[in-house]
Every structure is written in C-alpha cells, then in structure tokens.
C-alpha cells in the first residue's frame, strides 16, 4: 500500500564511502524529487525527473548523482561522502511537473556520515 | 532572491484556534502551499492557495495575499496530535513544480 517508499530508512557510513539511496512509487506519477532536510530542518529541493528526464538540477556538488531507470524509480547515488552530506534525504513525487500538483514525500533516510 | 519567513515556535492549548503566518519574497509566484510534518516522519500535503481569499478544509484553512506576500494556516479545535512543524512552500514561477520551503513552524499543543 505504500505510496512512496525508500531503502534505507537509516544509513550510517564512514567519510570517504560511497552510497545509494532508493526511491519509488506505486502512484502512477510521471514526476519525481529528491530533497534534502538538514539540521535546522530546511527542505530544499536538490533534483527533479519528469518521465526518467531530469528537469531540475540545483547547486548540488557533483558527487550528487540521481539515476531514473523508469518513471517509478528515482536513485540517488553519493560519492566521496561529506560530514556535511549528513542529513535526512526525502524522494517525493508528483502527478506530473506543472501547477498545483501536491506532492508525496516517502518516509526519508536519515543519512549520517561519520 | 528567495525568501519565506515563518515563526519558528509557536505554542497554544487543546481545543483554541491558532494563526501561522508566513510571508515570502520570489522570483515570481506560482501557488502556495502548506505541509505538515511530524517529528521523524514525512511531510504530508495540507493545502494549496493560488489565489487570493481562503480555502476551508474541515479544521484547517489557509489564506493568501498575493499582493502582500502572505498566507496564514488556520487550526481550529486544535487537538494533541496538531502539534507537528507546519511548512510554507512557494511554487515559483519557472514551471517544473519546484517547491521553495520556509523553515517551519514547530507548533506545540497542550491540554
């Protein structure tokens, strides 16, 4: 029944690793985000797909690198993990890329870098 | 630039009513919307305003001003399980549906 999910719920790793995020969703949607929630709990949005193309690319250090194999999927992949990567990352989607559409977020991964 | 500026604590009792603000500065607007989000968990769709006036929705309405910069979130009869941080997000304009999120507001309920 879950609309969006992620693996894993919680990852801790050591500086340095390199790591993978899984996303999603059973609701049909064509568009897909990863966001990133920090300490202070800002969410801000990092990247977005529209039917497997990416369409949003915010500053993100290029370690940053997301992957749709089809629309229902959306992989973020880290290399060279920061302390400063340490935070709670949320995939979210939508029914599609334009006005108005509310967007679902799954549960998050709590990623902490050590 | 970018900005959405929302208190960052707020506290009220069982069954009162509370406002939360929030005012925004965009590159262009393109709806406004509210999440909540409970400690440790999702953040999940309250309301969406594009344009000016109040939208109901059983205990929760939000309002928007367009030429002020400004929407409220309305919780009647407030209840324990409220007590959550409330979200503001902007959908600049620019398309793609990319949201702008404020800090919240970490709203606290008591009996």
């Known amino acids: 029944d879950t609309a969006v999910s992620q693996t894993p719920k919680y990852l801790v790793t050591q500086m340095g690793n390199d790591k993978s995020i899984k996303c999603e969703q059973n609701?049909?949607?064509?568009?897909m985000y990863w966001y990133k929630q920090d300490s202070k709990k800002f969410l801000k949005i990092m990247f977005s797909?529209?039917?497997?193309?990416?369409?949003i690319n915010e500053t993100v250090p290029n370690r940053f690198s997301p992957k749709s194999p089809d629309k229902a999927h959306l992989n973020l992949h880290i290399n060279s993990l920061e302390l400063g990567d340490s935070a709670v990352y949320f995939c979210?989607?939508?029914?599609?890329?334009?006005?108005?559409?509310?967007?679902?977020f799954g549960p998050g991964t709590r990623l902490t870098v050590t | 630039g970018q900005n959405i500026d929302q208190p960052t604590e707020m506290t009220a009792t069982e069954g009162a009513i509370v406002q939360i603000n929030c005012t925004y500065q965009?590159?262009?607007?393109?709806?406004l919307f509210w999440y909540q989000q409970h400690a440790g968990e999702a953040p999940t769709f309250l309301s969406y305003?594009?344009?000016?006036g109040l939208e109901e929705k059983g205990r929760f309405s939000s309002f928007l001003s367009r030429s002020k910069g400004y929407s409220y979130l309305l919780l009647k009869e407030l209840q324990m399980k409220d007590s959550a941080s409330y979200l503001c997000?902007?959908?600049?304009?620019?398309?793609?549906?990319?949201?702008?999120f404020g800090a919240g507001t970490r709203l606290a309920v008591h009996p």
């Open positions: 979210a989607s939508s029914l599609d890329e334009t006005d108005g559409n509310e967007q679902y």
């Open positions: 305003n594009v344009l000016d």
């Open positions: 609701l049909g949607h064509d568009t």
């Open positions: 797909y529209n039917n497997k193309e990416l369409i």
């Open positions: 965009t590159s262009g607007f393109n709806g």
């Open positions: 997000a902007v959908r600049a304009r620019g398309g793609y549906n990319k949201l702008i």
